[in-house]
């Protein structure tokens, strides 16, 4: 079977927790999810970003072929025009069916122009397929910029087809220096585009080198996230990075937080649903420890009566023969009687404590005295079951400000715990001392001492010890204590415990005394 605490902590994770580790799980997979989706997004952007700087890239090369047809002092001065204007432009080759004409960079030395001439013209020739193909667009109506395969270092060569008119069409050759191209056509476009977000470099696939970027960056924090062949330049990539923190990074620290806030609101659902389960356990513990308590006291309040009971049938019938008899009857049913009402007294103040209606009234008070009287009502109680009893007084009666009812009642408390957990060594001492601070009066038995762990609950309202033969037999309703600390507690005073298995056990009851206490001043005569 199924504790009922522990079916309550099944039932609390079940209804508490479980939903809510539900909805983490499903809440960190879907963050995964929303990372997947923004992880999209923002890579079509950079792609975006990309594109339109090779677009760009295009633009150019396009709007200088049009500037040859558009331009208005014809196409020989506009080519010349080009080549002086752009510093990135090394030369236009200009090809129909019956001229072959080069306009280079100024100053190129002759032998250059013819070498430069020859390589131009087998380029021609290695790509005819493709210029072809350029000469087919234009027939068509549509430009076309071509890339060719041109074998020297940081030269690219670009062609497209003209019309010249409705019969013939001419190719034209372009010859750029790449990296002039890259550094002063395309780095102002990058700029733009790349404001202060993006980082946006061009690399040397070959060497893989940057030769371009749009920021000066450190090393450490380059981590280009996008990387594109640029069209017109095959033998390089343009390559994109966001500044400062990336959407990924973002995206993961976001991601991180939320996890952890889902986290820590599991763990504080998991330590509510710990503290409710300790806290219906405890009442339930509690409920235990009142039924128990009730069965305890009637089982407390049925001895005296019985015996009460039987003198006064025996002292109702006139069969004791003596006068000394009878003496003795009516002693044990006055004994029995005030062990009655001091359990029910002590039943009574409990209940006020309880509902915090207790009062007390201080006053000076001779505490000597008051021990002398409890011990001449109890002393032959005790000596009859055996006990021998030793009191020591105070030599110098301390100044003490006492309830002297509560004090007497938690001393009574005290000498009947050391009668019932008292086994064989029937001995019982009161000590009074006091040092400079405080008053102190110990209660000793030698009796079955109280383990260390049971030291630290035995105050606790209705705790009683369960292990051990005698504190099993003897019968008790587990408030004494808790009546004793609580009547200290009024007192600003303290009760405290000394005990071992073997050497029994010293209550000791600490009064400030009256000069250290002036909180007690006398209330009530
Ligand atoms: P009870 O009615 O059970 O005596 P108390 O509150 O007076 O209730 O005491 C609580 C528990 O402390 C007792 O059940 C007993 O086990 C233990 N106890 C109290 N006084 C002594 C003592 N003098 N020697 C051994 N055990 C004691």
Redesign the pocket.
């Known amino acids: 079977m199924i504790k009922p605490g522990l079916k309550i902590g099944i039932l609390l994770t079940l209804i508490l927790v479980l939903p809510s580790l539900f909805f983490s799980a499903y809440e960190i997979s879907n963050i995964n999810q929303n990372e997947a989706v923004i992880d999209s997004v923002y890579s079509s952007q950079l792609e975006s970003i990309l594109f339109s700087v090779n677009q760009y890239s295009d633009d150019v090369i396009s709007g200088w072929a049009n500037q040859l047809d558009k331009g208005k002092y014809g196409v020989e001065t506009e080519i010349k025009l080009l080549v002086s204007k752009n510093y990135s432009i090394d030369a236009f080759f200009l090809i129909d069916s019956l001229k072959h004409q080069l306009f280079p960079k100024e100053k190129i030395p002759e032998d250059s122009i013819t070498i430069l001439k020859r390589n131009l013209e087998n380029a021609f020739a290695n790509n005819a397929g493709n210029i072809e193909r350029l000469q087919e667009y234009i027939k068509s109506g549509y430009q076309k910029i071509g890339v060719l395969d041109f074998n020297r270092k940081g030269k690219s060569l670009f062609a497209f087809a003209r019309t010249v008119d409705s019969l013939s069409v001419e190719t034209v050759l372009l010859l750029v220096d790449t990296e002039k191209f890259i550094k002063e056509n395309l780095g102002p476009k990058i700029q733009g585009i790349a404001q202060d977000q993006f980082y946006i470099s061009v690399i040397d696939k070959k060497r893989n080198t940057e030769i371009y970027s749009n920021v000066v960056f450190d090393e450490g924090e380059k981590n280009i996230q996008q990387r594109r062949q640029i069209w017109l330049f095959p033998a390089y990539d343009l390559g994109i990075q966001m500044k400062g923190n990336t959407i990924e990074d973002l995206v993961r620290e976001r991601t991180n937080t939320n996890i952890i806030m889902l986290i820590v609101m599991d763990l504080i659902l998991l330590l509510g649903a710990w503290f409710v389960y300790r806290n219906i356990r405890q009442q339930m513990k509690l409920t235990q420890l009142k039924s128990d308590f009730i069965s305890n006291v009637s089982h407390e309040i049925r001895t005296p009566l019985a015996l009460i009971n039987m003198y006064s049938e025996t002292l109702e019938m006139g069969r004791l023969p003596s006068e000394e008899k009878k003496k003795e009857y009516y002693k044990v049913i006055n004994t029995e009687a005030n062990r009655l009402s001091n359990m029910v007294n002590n039943i009574l103040n409990f209940s006020k404590i309880e509902s915090g209606k207790r009062e007390y009234h201080f006053r000076e008070a001779d505490i000597n005295a008051e021990i002398e009287t409890i011990l001449e009502n109890y002393g032959q109680h005790l000596h009859k079951k055996g006990f021998e009893i030793k009191f020591e007084a105070f030599d110098e009666l301390p100044k003490l400000i006492i309830d002297k009812e509560a004090v007497s009642e938690a001393i009574i408390?005290l000498i009947d715990?050391?009668v019932?957990?008292s086994d064989e060594t029937k001995r019982i001492e009161i000590v009074c001392h006091a040092d400079l601070e405080f008053a102190y009066i110990n209660v000793i038995?030698f009796?079955?001492?109280?383990s260390k762990k049971d030291q630290l609950l035995?105050f606790d309202k209705f705790?009683?010890?369960s292990s051990g033969d005698l504190?099993n037999k003897v019968k008790?309703?587990?408030?004494?204590?808790?009546i004793v600390k609580h009547i200290m507690d009024a007192h600003n005073g303290q009760i405290t415990v000394q005990s071992s298995k073997e050497g029994g056990?010293c209550f000791t009851l600490s009064f400030p005394l009256r000069y250290k206490n002036e909180r007690f001043e006398i209330v009530d005569i």
């Open positions: 408390n715990n050391a019932k957990y038995d009796g079955i001492g109280i035995i705790y009683r010890v504190a008790g309703s587990g408030i004494g204590l808790s056990t």
